[in-house]
């Protein structure tokens, strides 16, 4: 039996006899799904589903278009005058766009679910089951809506033996035993997920490519691999591949992997044909190279372009992508090495390539420059590439930020990422203007993230995580809606309508990413995590390693002097006005100041603290915060599914636990080096 937390923001709990009860069911009683395509089936399935599970009628089925009230259909099906719609309207909203319309003609009232296309339609449907699960009145609609970034995509980072890597939510669902799972119910909900709320790629295996998942794109498993795309077309997403850049090597065909090579040219040519005639829309291709020991082009001493473009060549017949990472930097620094900044490495190897991908290329960056930490500044890669169609990769899987047992509702931190402004083309330069495709004028951008989600009843492991997974396709959908309007949507989605529920769970949510960083690394140092798994505390974990990522604490201070005059020069990646914030230690926001700059541990912040005092306080702070959120959790006891409750409550007693020990390891590390006291004498040991 699904459970509802199985079924997640879909669940379409009952609606309460209230007053819109009757006003819901005169509406919705009688649909009608104009169109007959793939994506028109699945609207008629969900909405059969939700109208059923939500109203208080035995049966729900289609029926006419004479009698329906609720008509679902494009633009190009319904004659739109009749409705009193201008057609003319549908030319300001883009392919993926839908109108939602209420329309009176004396005895009866219709609402019309107008798509540009079959995928509008599918929006718009969803759209109009979130109003009805939020309680919203139908009568007077009139919502005209379309996806502001072009591609919005998941990237999962699930392996074949059915591990995920980074993955906190149990096991695949995708794959199993070096195998493709037999069962693939969880693969539709998961597409019924993503596509309400508007995500529309999916990449489905690791970018991490190992030995049997090279074998992805040959006979093998393309079959099966095309029955994936198959349900997922369905709804709308299209289905990429992380692909292994050595392929040709691997699986046995050639010699070399050398983009410039011209058997390795059509080695590729041929795959893809190959790989297009099972999946004539697959999406195209996800590659992690010359990053982390992956091969790629360096290896042939040729660089990111020649291999990104070796592969958009292939594919761009096809009218396939190529979204090739920039997470590349050396990750075999020797830690005694001041003058390489791993900051620095994604600018330095992409920026010189601006202009020299083709238009079928995108390269996706990071959202900041190291690697999804509680606080980085934006990567300065957003603005400088000018010619180059660009991706921002965000981080839904909490690797770094509690793994799913901490509570960190994401979607704040992704917003002010896409406030930012980096003054690429003047004030108002933001990076929302930039992945939107509207600053340079892209032909092919948005935002991907890595996944959160498993096997696990409820997806995400905590339940709360699945805000992060709802915010991501809210936001990257309209990145103008507020942290705060996504928050109360899943909470009324998952929890219903509770006030105090709803209050609750809101504050809990928008208070947990400044909690998580008070009681880890606040002030934009990072790091300071266990090796590895990522997890827990340990200062030093990564400060004599190869992976250039360090704090330099001594007895002095700490941080790091990221500044042109005496540091590593980071900062004049950035256009001037950042550059000049950035580089000063006067100007430097807090929240950023040990990510540029090494001060002394006495240092004087915008607050008033000490450097020094800032981090015991925080670290104190941030574990009574946490109790608090226990508190405020355990008031709900008895308003939801009780495995709901006790699911978060299990992890929030882990949270606090955890807490605790980054208190008490950073305090007294710091204490230790620094021998100074906590003006207000608590414990440190
Ligand atoms: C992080 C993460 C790796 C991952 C890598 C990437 O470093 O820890 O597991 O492979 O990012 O984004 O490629």
């Known amino acids: 039996k699904q459970t509802p937390a199985y079924k997640c923001w879909l669940n379409y709990d009952l609606i309460a006899k209230n007053d819109r009860l009757e006003e819901y069911k005169e509406i919705c009683g009688d649909f009608n799904v104009l169109g007959d395509t793939l994506i028109y089936k699945s609207i008629k399935e969900e909405l059969t589903v939700a109208l059923h599970s939500m109203s208080h009628k035995e049966e729900v089925a289609e029926s006419t278009f004479e009698d329906a009230t609720l008509i679902i259909s494009d633009s190009e099906r319904v004659n739109l005058e009749d409705y009193g719609v201008e057609p003319s309207l549908f030319s300001s909203i883009n392919e993926e766009g839908f109108l939602i319309k209420s329309f009176h003609n004396g005895e009866r009232n219709t609402v019309l679910i107008i798509g540009k296309t ?29 996806p502001k970034n072009r591609v919005r995509m998941m990237n999962q980072w699930d392996n074949v033996d059915g591990s995920i890597e980074r993955g906190y939510s149990g096991q695949s669902i995708f794959f199993e035993n070096d195998q493709i799972t037999s069962n693939l119910d969880r693969v539709k909900d998961y597409a019924r997920l993503l596509a309400s709320v508007g995500v529309n790629a999916i990449s489905i295996n690791n970018v991490n490519v190992w030995k049997v998942e090279t074998h992805f794109i040959t006979n093998r498993f393309i079959n099966e691999i095309a029955d994936i795309a198959g349900i997922f077309r369905a709804y709308g997403l299209k289905l990429f591949l992380s692909i292994n850049f050595a392929s040709p090597i691997e699986l046995g065909d050639l010699q070399t992997a050398d983009p410039l090579d011209k058997e390795v040219k059509n080695w590729w040519k041929e795959k893809a044909a190959e790989i297009y005639k099972v999946i004539p829309d697959f999406g195209g291709f996800v590659v992690k190279a010359d990053s982390e020991h992956r091969p790629g082009p360096f290896s042939y001493d040729r660089n990111h372009a020649d291999g990104a473009n070796l592969l958009a060549e292939a594919l761009e017949s096809f009218g396939g992508i190529v979204v090739w990472r920039c997470f590349v930097y050396n990750c075999m620094q020797d830690w005694r090495d001041r003058k390489t900044d791993r900051a620095k490495a994604a600018y330095e190897n992409f920026k010189p390539l601006d202009g020299k991908f083709h238009s079928n290329v995108i390269l996706q960056v990071k959202n900041g420059p190291m690697d999804f930490q509680v606080r980085e500044p934006v990567s300065p890669l957003f603005g400088a590439l000018q ?6 990769e965000f981080q839904i899987a909490q690797e770094y930020l509690g793994q799913q047992k901490d509570l ?34 892209y032909q092919i951008s948005g935002i991907a993230a890595v996944s959160n989600i498993g096997n696990d009843e409820n997806w995400t492991g905590n339940t709360l995580a699945q805000a992060n997974l709802y915010g991501y396709g809210r936001l990257i959908w309209d990145p103008d809606l507020t942290a705060d309007e996504i928050a109360k949507e899943w909470v009324s989605l998952t929890f219903g309508n509770d006030d105090n529920v709803q209050e609750q769970v809101l504050s809990m949510l928008m208070d947990s990413w400044g909690i998580y960083e008070n009681y880890t690394t606040p002030l934009g140092i990072g790091w300071m995590i266990n090796p590895h798994h990522h997890y827990g505390p340990n200062v030093d974990g990564y400060e004599y390693s190869r992976w250039g990522t360090y704090h330099f604490a001594d007895r002095d201070g700490l941080g790091v002097d990221r500044t042109i005059e005496t540091g590593t ?15 000063s230690l006067s100007d430097c926001p807090d929240e950023f100041l040990l990510f540029f700059h090494h001060v002394p ?27 608090s959120l226990i508190e405020k959790w355990t008031s709900l006891e008895g308003k939801m599914e009780k495995q709901q409750f006790e699911n978060v409550l299990n992890r929030l007693d882990m949270q606090l636990t955890n807490a605790k020990e980054w208190r008490d390891q950073v305090n007294t590390y710091f204490y230790r080096k620094s021998g100074i006291e906590d003006e207000k004498g608590r414990k440190i040991y």
Not at 387 to 392: D, R, S, W
Not at 603 to 626: A, C, D, M, P, R
Request: hydrophobic share 30%; with cysteine; charged share 20%.
């Open 387 to 392: 010619q180059t169609n660009q991706v921002l």
């Open 408 to 441: 960190c509702f994401l979607v704040p931190m992704w917003k002010e990422v896409l406030d930012f402004d980096t003054y690429a083309k003047g004030e108002g330069s933001t990076v929302k203007k930039i992945v939107d495709g509207s600053l340079y004028d």
């Open 601 to 627: 541990y006495t240092h004087v912040l915008k607050s008033g603290e000490t450097v020094i005092q800032h981090y015991y306080n925080s670290h104190f702070k941030g574990v009574e915060q946490v109790k």
């Open 118 to 146: 079959d995928k509008g339609s599918l929006y718009g449907t969803y759209h109009f089951l979130r109003l009805l699960q939020g309680n919203e009145s139908i009568e007077a609609l009139h919502i005209l809506n379309s």
């Open 569 to 583: 020069g980071y900062t004049a990646q950035y256009f001037k006005e950042n550059q000049e914030i950035y580089n």
